[in-house]
């Protein structure tokens, strides 16, 4: 049994064991975490005392909530007190923060079960998982293929049965297109739909907590708990979130579903034959095809690549030696910080913070940073523009399959693309999700994108069941 | 391709990231910063006088809250993850009084 809902309602009625559950997982990750590595830390006895904690609510005729038992992988940027989280960064590793994230703390009074902190790339920026300090994460359905990234190891975790849910961050695709990659369902919810109190911060305004599950109904499942305003971050949206689990049941009759004619190119074959009949699927289920135009859709990438950069050259400002992780020494403060910066930080993580210092520097702030903000705004105002005449709009998740160790080589650019429809998202602020459809080129996994308006959550699962529905 | 940024830019742009870059690394940041903002001249086409720049997705401003007195992290379990400390602060290098 790996299905969260399933788990959930066996452990609150009594007829499973927490402990059971939590064993089941162990033995999976002891039988191909050693090929896999989707995580960094795996925690076997916090799981256990945890699991058994939860049994003994249920035999005491408590209620331990929705999550009852379920086992979730975290991402390790999600801070967890007194357990390591390190990013997959050399700057983080040891670090054990000295508060829980507010994801974490929900689902702790939700009844479920920390199994593990997951691998990812290096303060989430990449699309393969293969900038991690700790080395890559292999994708179990070809594990001479990424599993896609940032997320990796949480995609990773639930295609291998590792962790019923995993919980990823989704800066420009982080949760999509590894999902995609895995063939997993992955949520990138509104911005502000999820508290972002103690993930560590990649890109502020972009960056965004959701799930990776087996199903659609887990996805709704999680969101539903971890989704509400939070007093420690106000960015959160401060209303009330309608049930998702309860949106998915109504199915699709007479939704407008539009298709973006202007799509940047660049999808493969496969993926948009697979595209192509989720378009078919969702017709035979009762909804009506409509086209759209999203004409800046394709200045996505530059707008992303210039603000979350930005963003993230004074993020990444703190680890600079002095309150936590890595110091290298030497003789003042001020060299200090330049050495512990190039020891603790890699390849892809340098390369941003140098471009997003150029981008904000006096002299070409106005040339790039400010025209990309601009850019955002057209982005956002075309896509709601779009959303007066659609209620969801399809795209491929990922421009491709997995693809294998190092094909993108060292040309930063190629890697990019990858993001190229799921960073409008991120952008605009509006939610999105990839669904499992189907198989492409060497049979691997196809994800399908399902674009919704703010805070359009409902609509938006009740597309994605129907396409889970279809491909069944 | 022309090049779109020098090495003494980026040389400065490392020195404003507190980031020790060998020469080498200056290099290869040159060229691949060079083939990124010739990527990124894709937007210079595009008619943006009248657009109002956008820094966040969802237009919430002046958050307010009540101010409630709440217990704060604890000092010494954040400084135990500190690198250096003496006497409750953080403890660094000379910040003054070198030739720097």
Not at chain 1, 14 to 38: C, F, M, N, T
Not at chain 1, 74 to 80: E, I, P, Q, R, S
């Amino acid at each position: 049994m790996s299905d969260a809902l399933e788990i959930a309602a066996a452990v609150r009625a009594g007829s499973l064991k927490a402990a059971d559950v939590v064993e089941q997982h162990l033995a999976a990750i002891d039988g191909r975490e050693p090929e896999i590595h989707a995580f960094n830390l795996v925690m076997v006895e916090q799981a256990r005392e945890r699991a058994a904690a939860i049994d003994a609510m249920v035999a005491a005729g408590n209620d331990p909530g929705p999550l009852a038992g379920v086992p979730v992988a975290l991402k390790d940027n999600m801070c967890t007190r007194g357990v390591p989280t390190t990013c997959s960064s050399k700057i983080l590793d040891g670090w054990k923060p000295p508060y829980d994230a507010t994801i974490v703390t929900k689902l702790a009074d939700a009844g479920a079960v920390v199994i593990g902190k997951t691998n990812l790339d290096e303060f989430a920026m990449g699309s393969s998982t293969e900038n991690s300090a700790f080395g890559p994460t292999r994708n179990p359905h070809d594990t001479s293929r990424v599993p896609g990234g940032s997320s990796g190891g949480s995609a990773a975790a639930v295609a291998a049965g590792f962790a019923s849910i995993g919980l990823g961050s989704d800066t420009g695709g982080s949760i999509r297109q590894p999902a995609a990659l895995c063939g997993v369902v992955g949520v990138k919810p509104t911005y502000g739909y999820v508290s972002r109190y103690g993930l560590i911060a990649f890109a502020s305004s972009l960056d965004q907590i959701g799930p990776l599950t087996n199903t659609v109904a887990d996805s709704a499942l999680m969101l539903d708990v971890i989704g509400g305003h939070d007093p420690m971050d106000s960015t959160s949206i401060p209303v009330a979130h309608p049930s998702l689990l309860d949106a998915i049941g109504e199915g699709v009759e007479g939704m407008r579903v539009g298709r973006i004619t202007d799509l940047p190119e660049g999808a493969d074959p496969d993926v948009l034959e697979r595209t192509e009949l989720a378009f078919d699927a969702l017709r035979d289920a009762g909804a009506k095809i409509v086209d759209v135009e999203v004409p800046a859709f394709t200045f996505g990438l530059t707008a992303y690549y210039l603000i979350a950069p930005a963003e993230a050259s004074s993020n990444l400002a703190r680890y600079d030696g002095v309150r936590y992780g890595l110091r290298v020494e030497a003789p003042d403060t001020n060299a200090m910080y330049g050495v512990t910066r190039a020891a603790g930080f890699g390849d892809e993580v340098k390369r941003r913070v140098m471009l997003g210092t150029y981008a904000l520097s006096a002299g070409y702030y106005d040339a790039y940073y400010g025209k990309a903000l601009k850019v955002r705004r057209l982005i956002h105002d075309e896509f709601e523009r779009a959303y007066q005449h659609a209620d969801v709009l399809l795209t491929p998740a990922s421009p491709s399959v997995a693809f294998p160790f190092g094909a993108k080589g060292d040309n930063p650019l190629a890697m990019y693309l990858c993001d190229v429809y799921t960073i409008p998202a991120n952008l605009s602020g509006h939610p999105g999700m990839s669904v499992p459809f189907g198989t492409g080129a060497d049979g691997l996994p196809v994800g399908v994108q399902v674009l919704a308006g703010t805070l359009c959550e409902p609509q938006m699962f009740r597309a994605a069941a129907a396409l889970e529905r279809a491909a069944r | 391709m022309s090049e779109r940024i020098s090495v003494e830019i980026v040389t400065k742009v490392a020195r404003l990231a507190r980031l020790d870059l060998t020469p080498e690394e200056i290099d290869r940041t040159t060229a691949q910063l060079s083939g990124m903002l010739e990527h990124f001249a894709d937007i210079d086409a595009l008619q943006l006088d009248d657009v109002e720049p956008m820094a966040q997705p969802y237009p919430l401003d002046n958050v307010f809250r009540d101010d409630v007195i709440v217990d704060g992290l604890d000092r010494d379990e954040v400084l135990a993850a500190a690198p250096a400390a003496e006497d409750g602060r953080f403890r660094v290098p000379p910040i003054i009084g070198l030739d720097v």
